[in-house]
């Protein structure tokens, strides 16, 4: 499973050694992903409540109460 989600493929000549490797820097580039998440998320936010004011359709902050408050309400149910 891990294999599919890391894209590495499938060879029959591979040595275990080899494919150990692979699934190591495959966790480790996750591990990395998930200590910059939370900054990437607040930018993608930021970025997106920019650009939605910009077009005229609602006000930065309007946009970004309503996104914090999705954002809460989600992390509520999963919690449950």
Do not use: W
Not at 24 to 29: I, K, S
Not at 55 to 60: D, P
Request: glycine letters at 4%.
């Amino acid at each position: 499973m891990l294999q599919n989600q890391a894209d590495i493929p499938f060879e029959r000549d591979q040595s275990i050694l080899e494919i150990l490797k692979r699934t190591h820097e495959a966790r480790r580039e996750r591990r990395r992903c998930k200590e910059i998440a939370a900054s990437l998320q607040g930018e993608y936010c930021h970025d997106l409540v920019g650009a939605k004011e910009a077009a005229g359709n609602i006000k930065a902050a309007v946009h970004l109460r309503n996104m914090n408050g999705v954002e809460a309400t989600r992390r509520m149910y999963q919690n449950i």
